[in-house]
T-cell receptor, first 111, second 114 residues
């Protein structure tokens, strides 16, 4: 049963702390993505990776970092430099011949 | 500069009637367009797509129309059902360039009234 796993579903963080959101896929897709969704703002691209060991900044990369050491994993770190981190974070994956397939999301709340 | 725009943040339709969701784009390099459906606290799910070589694509109750000269696409849902109530995002990509990157609109919240 192929898909994308994002964990945890809900995450709380104290202001000033870094936090890492997990994204794992068993679809064997080459490309992976991180988006952020805020009310009324749609899906904004944070980072994406089209192959292992390579990634590109999206439209709102400031305050975030990623790594792509394995094809199936694309973790996102929200650093203390991100000024407004409370949001719903979505991970997606895509192969050459497919559309982007999304995970269930992680809601991050900064207390 | 928003390259993909969904100018209607919300839409209400009676059950059984047609729902029409609209999307405009500005980048002439976009050659592949998609619609995704999203329920609250879930990831979006792919609904239907269209290539720029076509002007219509149909899948069951869902039809997407593309007007390249107007840089406009629309999603028609006929007949609308209460389960269609969700946020709909349109997305575009310049697939011929080899990129896997999508540009999403801000979404339209559809409410189908029983």
């Amino acid at each position: 049963d192929g898909g994308i796993t994002q964990s945890p579903k809900y995450l709380f963080r104290k202001e000033g702390q870094n936090v890492t959101l997990s994204c794992e896929q068993n679809l064997n897709h080459d490309a992976m993505y991180w988006y952020r969704q805020d009310p009324g703002q749609g899906l904004r691209l944070i980072y994406y990776s089209q192959i292992v060991n390579d990634f590109q900044k999206g439209d709102i990369a400031e305050g975030y970092s990623v790594s792509r050491e394995k094809k199936e994993s694309f973790p996102l770190t929200v650093t203390s430099a991100q000024k407004n981190p409370t949001a719903f974070y979505l991970c997606a994956a895509k192969s050459r011949d497919s559309e982007q397939f999304f995970g269930p999301g992680t809601r991050l709340t900064v207390l | 500069d928003q390259q993909v725009k969904q100018n209607s943040p919300s839409l209400s339709v009676q059950e059984g009637r047609i729902s029409i969701l609209n999307c405009d784009y500005t980048n002439s390099m976009f050659d592949y367009f998609l619609w995704y459906k999203k329920y609250p606290a879930e990831g979006p799910t792919f609904l239907i797509s269209i290539s720029s070589i076509k002007d219509k694509n149909e899948d069951g109750r869902f039809t997407v129309f593309l007007n390249k000269s107007a840089k406009h696409l629309s999603l028609h849902i006929v007949p609308s059902q209460p389960g269609d109530s969700a946020v709909y995002f349109c997305a575009a990509t310049p697939r011929a360039s080899g990129t896997y990157k999508y540009i999403f609109g801000t979404g339209t919240r559809l409410k189908v009234l029983a």
